[in-house]
């Protein structure tokens, strides 16, 4: 299994970045999917998910900034970044969640992710 994030970097405060997550060695369409992302000196805290149907859910703090999508034929998950904010700036993982019929993504619970990324750095700058 491999997850691979890519798209971080430096930008400014009101600047945009698109963060992919290419995967591999399972079968993307039966996994739910999640951002997380750990501020420096901070916990890792969840950002947004899309569930196996589409269904998507957000933090308060990116909700209406984010957008989370999946392409189940290149079994990719991207995460459009507008309006980005200081404490925007994190580590960025990207997690994959096996799951059952109906079970949408939840982003409280990581420890039911299975498999994650490396994490990508992302600073935005005020």
């Known amino acids: 299994v491999q997850l691979v994030e890519s798209g971080g970097g430096l930008v400014q405060t009101g600047g945009s970045l698109r963060l992919s997550c290419v995967t591999s060695?399972?079968?993307?369409?039966?996994?739910?999917i999640a951002w997380y992302r750990q501020p420096p000196g901070k916990e890792r805290e969840g950002v947004s998910c899309?569930?196996?149907?589409?269904?998507?859910y957000y933090a308060d703090s990116v909700r209406g900034r984010f957008t989370i999508s999946r392409d189940n034929a290149q079994a990719t998950v991207k995460m459009q970044m507008n309006s980005l904010k200081p404490e925007d700036t994190a580590v960025y993982y990207c997690?994959?969640?096996?799951?059952?019929?109906?079970?949408?993504?939840?982003?409280?619970?990581?420890?039911?992710?299975?498999?994650w990324g490396q994490g990508i750095q992302v600073t935005v700058s005020s």
């Open positions: 997690a994959v969640e096996r799951t059952v019929v109906g079970k949408l993504c939840l982003i409280t619970r990581s420890y039911e992710y299975d498999y």
């Open positions: 060695g399972f079968t993307f369409g039966d996994y739910n």
């Open positions: 899309i569930s196996v149907d589409g269904t998507t």
